[in-house]
Each structure stands twice: as structure tokens, then as C-alpha cells.
């Protein structure tokens, strides 16, 4: 804690509205607080800067983190079709198959 020199005594004080040697005024004390009040005012300013900030980063990773599984996703599916057989077995309408009968029965 810093220590303050008495304007009427001269002794070593700790801040304080008045000194308690000589209870003269202390103006140091009002500066002091006005000191301690501006920083405060600067670390909420700069607490509200990264408060934003962080909320931006938030939502860019979530984008990113939607488009990667989406892409993943759509590569999952790519090496799925490339793994299963093209072939696909049909029949020609019309053509019966060899060993069916050509009568009525």
C-alpha cells in the first residue's frame, strides 16, 4: 500500500482523509482515489473489449466447427460410394430367361 507524507506534520501516513497525528486534511487522498478510480474505469473498458472480442471468437469457431463436420461428412459419404459395386443387375423387359417355358401351361 503506498504511504503519503502529511501536508501540516510531514510524518509517513497511509491514505487516509485525514491524518490521525494531526488530523489536517490530506488532499493527496482525494487524488489518490481518482487515480484508482480512472484505472478501474480503463479495466472495465478493456473487460467489455474482451468480453466482445471473445464473443466474436466464439462464433467463428462455431462456424468453422459446422463447416468441418459438414465436410466430413460429405467425404464420408464420397469414400462410401466409391467402396460399393457400380454393378447393378437388371432384367430387359420382354426377354425371359433361357430355361422358361414358351407355352401356357
Request: net charge positive.
Amino acid at each position: 500500500m503506498q504511504t503519503f507524507r502529511c501536508a501540516s506534520c510531514g510524518r509517513e501516513i497511509k491514505p487516509a482523509v485525514a491524518c490521525p497525528h494531526c488530523g489536517a486534511d490530506q488532499p493527496q487522498w482525494a487524488e489518490h482515489l481518482a487515480e484508482i478510480e480512472r484505472s478501474i474505469a480503463e479495466m472495465k473498458a478493456r473487460d467489455a473489449e474482451i468480453a466482445r472480442e471473445q464473443r466474436q471468437i466464439a462464433a467463428k469457431m462455431q462456424a468453422a466447427l459446422f463447416q468441418r463436420d459438414i465436410l466430413a461428412h460429405a467425404g464420408e459419404e464420397r469414400t462410401k460410394q466409391a467402396t460399393r459395386p457400380r454393378r447393378v443387375l437388371r432384367r430387359r423387359p420382354g426377354r425371359r430367361p433361357p430355361t422358361a417355358t414358351t407355352g401356357a401351361p
